[in-house]
Each structure stands twice: as structure tokens, then as C-alpha cells.
């Protein structure tokens, strides 16, 4: 059976979070984390030069030492991102007693979770994994979705957003299954064609019509 079989998106922004190694992958998911407004706390006796980088501008706090006991304290998560088997191994312990999840890189035996290869378009967020077994394919899917998700759709899950509160009085009026039918018809590949031409208005209108009922129309084109 495959590992890590229920997927979450966790909230890590202002928590702590420790990574273990100081290399180029340990500074990946360093900056990982920062992106996601996580405090990063990097543990390492020798570090890369990006991660110096991230301790000079106070990005993340340095510890310019090996892992010991007792670091993960406090921490919500960890990042073992080592060569050495037996620290990921301590760090996983520490974990399991101090309450912490503890990801170790290429070391699934050691891993409470598993690190998904991301697809981000503003809001809009697409995790691919496969249980820790391929990450390599799971990067190659991931480019993939990038050729096909381009940024217009971080502009469509705003106006979505958007609509979605202006049309409320139309979802009064219909039961759960014509609501969701009305949304599915909404939201079709024309509207985010016309978010992609920069026509907000025109799919905002075209979604709104949609919710309420109204005939489809065709968009207009110049």
C-alpha cells in the first residue's frame, strides 16, 4: 500500500519550523517554507551560500552547528535534509516523541508526511505526489501543469471569488444540486480565455449570468 495517503494543505505561516542540513536541497526547502510565511530555522555545521544569504538579510535564524537533541522544540515541522541516515533517524525519534511531523529527504521510512511537488497560481494550488515512491515524475507532471495553468488562472480564482459572494441572493433561491450544476456550467473554458485576453468584465458578467439561470451566450470577439 502506498504511504501518505491523506493529503492536507497546512497552515504554517508564523510557526516554526526547523530544517536539518545546510545544502542546496535544505536551502529549497527553506525557501519553501518562507514562501509560505513559515519562521525557518536552519541547523547545520556547514551551509550554502544561499542559505547565508537568507541568514545575513534575517530571513531565516542559523544555527552553525550539527543537529542535537532537542532541537526541534517548539517546532511545528521539520526538514531532515541530510546525507546521514542516522540523523534523519534522530530527528524522525525526536519527532515522535515531541509531537512534531518530520519530513526526511529521500528517506521515506523516516517521513511523517511527504512533500508534494506544487503547482501555484496565486490562490490556486496543485499538489502531486506519489507516496514518496517517484519524485522525479512528480516534478516532470508538475512542469507539465505549468505549460497548461499559465498565471491568468491565479486571476480566475479571484474573480471566482469575487462572484461567488455577489451571486449569494441567486443561491438562495435554488436547491444544493442546481447550484452546483449552475457553477459547473459557469465555469467553462471561455471564461478563463476571456481572463487570459484581459476581458474581467466579459467573464465576470458570463459567470454571474450563468449562477442566474440566464441562456448561455456566446462571447464576444474582436
Excluded at 519550523?17 to 535544505?26: D, E, K, S, Y
Excluded at 485576453?197 to 441562456?215: I, N, S, V, Y
Aim: contains cysteine.
Amino acid at each position: 500500500m502506498a504511504g501518505f495517503r491523506y493529503p492536507v494543505s497546512l497552515e504554517v505561516a508564523g510557526r516554526r519550523c526547523v530544517i536539518v542540513g545546510g545544502g542546496t536541497v535544505a536551502e529549497h526547502k527553506a525557501r519553501g517554507l518562507l514562501e509560505a510565511g513559515a519562521g525557518v530555522v536552519v541547523i547545520g555545521g556547514e551551509v550554502s551560500a544561499g542559505i547565508e544569504e537568507l541568514a545575513r538579510a534575517g530571513q531565516v535564524e542559523l544555527v552553525r552547528r550539527p543537529y542535537a537533541s532537542g532541537d526541534l522544540a517548539g517546532a511545528f515541522l521539520a526538514v531532515a535534509a541530510t546525507d546521514d541516515p542516522a540523523v534523519n533517524a534522530a530527528v524522525y525519534e525526536e519527532g515522535d516523541r515531541s509531537k512534531v511531523l518530520v519530513n526526511s529527504v529521500d528517506d521515506v521510512a523516516h517521513c511523517h508526511f511527504a512533500v508534494p511537488s506544487i503547482v501555484r497560481q496565486g490562490d490556486l494550488t496543485l499538489a502531486i505526489s506519489t507516496g514518496g515512491k517517484a519524485p522525479a515524475l512528480a516534478k516532470k507532471l508538475r512542469k507539465a501543469l505549468y505549460g497548461q495553468l499559465g498565471p491568468e488562472y491565479a486571476e480566475v480564482v479571484e474573480l471566482v471569488g469575487e462572484v461567488r459572494v455577489a451571486a449569494r441572493p441567486q443561491r438562495e433561491r435554488v436547491d444544493l444540486d442546481t447550484w452546483a450544476a449552475r457553477w459547473e456550467a459557469a465555469l467553462d473554458d471561455e471564461v478563463v480565455a476571456l481572463v487570459g485576453e484581459g476581458r474581467t468584465e466579459q467573464a465576470r458578467a458570463r459567470l454571474l449570468g450563468a449562477l442566474a439561470g440566464e441562456p448561455e451566450a456566446p462571447a464576444a470577439r474582436s
